[in-house]
């Protein structure tokens, strides 16, 4: 199990992991992406698209285990209309 420290990530590492983990793999910047891939935060799958030619594209995603730490993480986050 990969165990999850959203504090050891920086600002964009955090904002990049949570879009991945809300569908949004598309329009990353590769650095975060290569950080949390060593990380293993998150897998990248090959799929090919159709066309002439055809176009091969990374789609990311959020392994079930960080997935949970992460909705746990959010879940803990103070509510930003309190503050």
Not at 17 to 42: F, M, Q, W, Y
């Amino acid at each position: 199990m990969t165990v999850l420290d959203m504090d050891a990530l920086t600002s964009r590492q955090r904002d990049t992991l949570s879009r991945i983990a809300c569908g949004l793999d598309t329009g990353n910047h590769p650095a975060p992406l290569k950080v949390l891939a060593e990380k293993g935060l998150i897998v990248g799958h090959r799929q090919q698209l159709p066309g002439v030619p055809p176009v091969e594209v990374v789609r990311w995603e959020v392994p079930l285990d960080v997935h949970i730490q992460w909705a746990a993480w959010c879940a803990a986050q103070p509510d930003e209309e309190n503050e």
